[in-house]
């Protein structure tokens, strides 16, 4: 068995993220724009897996839960009835020497500008909104006025009536969506952590005043065993309840799911018991009716909401470095392995046959089309096969087939582990059903 070395560090992530094609920064050739990333080849894959891997977490294994995609920019007044006019804002002070700004909260203010060294140069705190602002048409008034989300959940709320009424959906049920939401943070680093444009999975619990906070701990016993499902490492997974000043204006209770990121614990997904706050603002602020009636008792309520957000881009990184390991060979050489779940690599498998000539480049491309189907495949006929594997141990495929002069003979090849890099011979009939089951049956060593 290898042996561990390293740690992950972020310089070593992004290095890797950059020459294995999955995070690039943005406009590179112009310079970079900061805080802003692209998802290369392996970096979108990574990416739609895990997106995938929840939902069917979340709609396809919990018959109570639909799903939804609604508009990023949205009425005016949904952010009004929200509360993100009023009290979606950071502290900021800038440096009257250098004029970088930083959040007054992250920095100790009586100490020196950490980006010019000089002292007594910061201003008052001041409070700035995070929510982008833009016009809708061609004039550009405050009348037309328009935000790009900071959260994926209104678009949930606002639609909460249409989809008791179009759905058979019955209290208790969840709505959930992925998509983009924006915030104009002030990012100074830590790579694709926080950004000011990212990817959500929000799940918008309805359920019963009264039952919510036996749903709230529901709901945190479930998230947190999808990370278990995920394959990541449990000690680098804890709760965080947040004290009665850190909590949201719509919260009556919140916990995050912090994960040992390469700069620390930090937040990776939060649960929160939102209450009747988001329907009883928008009944209010719209004038139409949020209520819901139970067919048993004929009681009207407005439903309470337990809330599930994790960061799709967040989960990203997460997975990378837990993935992330640098292993110490019996031969002396170093490898460095991507024990991605096999659910959610970017490639499945990988297609090497062993040489060119004699027809068994002819026979992998056969097998490869077989697997196509099901898998996503990879086919590499060049260079030696040692090397072959560890560029796939690298990009994190879970499952090497190589084909040989015995495959023409008798068809079997040679089905290579990642983790363990173990090999065992399986006939060709049998593959993609062998692949399968080990998707199925993965665990992490
Ligand atoms: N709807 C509730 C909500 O948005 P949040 O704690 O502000 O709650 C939820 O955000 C999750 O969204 C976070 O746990 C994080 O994973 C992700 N997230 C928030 N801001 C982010 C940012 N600037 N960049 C990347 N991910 C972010």
Redo the contacts with the bound molecule.
């Keep these: 068995m290898a042996e561990k070395t390293a740690e992950v560090t972020m310089d070593k992530l992004v290095s890797l993220c950059k020459r294995r094609g999955f995070v690039f920064q943005s406009s590179e050739i112009y310079g970079g724009l900061s805080s802003a990333w692209d998802y290369g080849p392996m970096g979108v894959e990574l990416k739609k897996n895990i997106q995938n891997f929840w939902w069917k977490e979340m709609t396809q294994l919990h018959e109570n839960i639909v799903g939804l995609d609604a508009a990023i920019m949205m009425h005016p007044r949904v952010w009004e009835a929200s509360g993100h006019v009023a009290n979606f804002s950071d502290p900021l002070v800038d440096c009257k020497e250098c004029k970088n700004r930083f959040r007054a909260d992250h920095i100790d203010l009586s100490a020196p500008c950490p980006v010019c060294g000089n002292s007594g140069t910061f201003t008052e705190p001041r409070q700035f909104n995070l929510m982008f602002q833009t016009h809708l048409g061609p004039v550009k008034d405050d009348k037309n006025i328009v935000y790009l989300r900071?959260?994926?959940?209104q678009g949930i709320f606002v639609n909460f009536r249409n989809v008791v009424q179009t759905s058979r959906v019955k209290i208790p049920f969840g709505i959930a969506q992925v998509g983009k939401?924006f915030?104009n943070?002030i990012?100074t680093k830590n790579f694709?952590?926080?950004?000011?444009e990212?990817?959500?999975m929000?799940m918008q619990f309805f359920v019963k005043p009264g039952s919510d906070d036996e749903w709230f701990n529901y709901w945190r016993e479930q998230r947190m065993s999808y990370y278990e499902k995920l394959g990541i490492r449990s000690d680098r997974l804890r709760w965080h309840q947040h004290g009665s000043d850190e909590l949201?204006h719509y919260a009556k209770d919140a916990y995050?799911?912090e994960y040992l990121f390469p700069m620390g614990w930090q937040?990776?997904?939060?649960v929160?018991n939102r209450t009747d706050f988001d329907l009883g603002r928008h009944q209010e602020f719209s004038g139409k009716d949020q209520t819901y009636l139970e067919d048993q008792t004929k009681e009207r309520y407005v439903p309470y909401v337990i809330?599930t957000?994790?960061?799709?881009?967040?989960?990203v990184l997460m997975v990378l470095s837990d993935a992330y390991e640098e292993e110490q060979l019996e031969d002396g050489d170093v490898r460095t392995v991507m024990h991605f779940h096999p659910a959610v690599a970017p490639i499945t498998v990988a297609i090497l046959p062993l040489v060119k000539k004699d027809g068994i480049a002819e026979l992998a491309r056969e097998i490869e089309a077989e697997l196509r189907e099901d898998f996503n495949v990879f086919y590499d006929q060049s260079g030696a096969i040692g090397r072959r594997y560890r560029r796939q141990d690298e990009g994190g495929t879970p499952y090497c087939v190589t084909v040989d002069y015995d495959s023409k003979e008798d068809g079997t090849v040679t089905l290579r582990f990642r983790d363990s890099m173990e090999q065992v011979r399986v006939h060709r009939s049998e593959l993609a059903a062998r692949i399968r089951k080990e998707i199925k049956e993965y665990k992490r060593v």
């Design positions: 900071p959260e994926t959940a939401a915030r943070e990012v694709i952590f926080r950004t000011c990212f990817e959500q929000e949201a995050d799911i937040e990776l997904e939060g929160h809330e957000s994790a960061g799709l881009t967040r989960s």
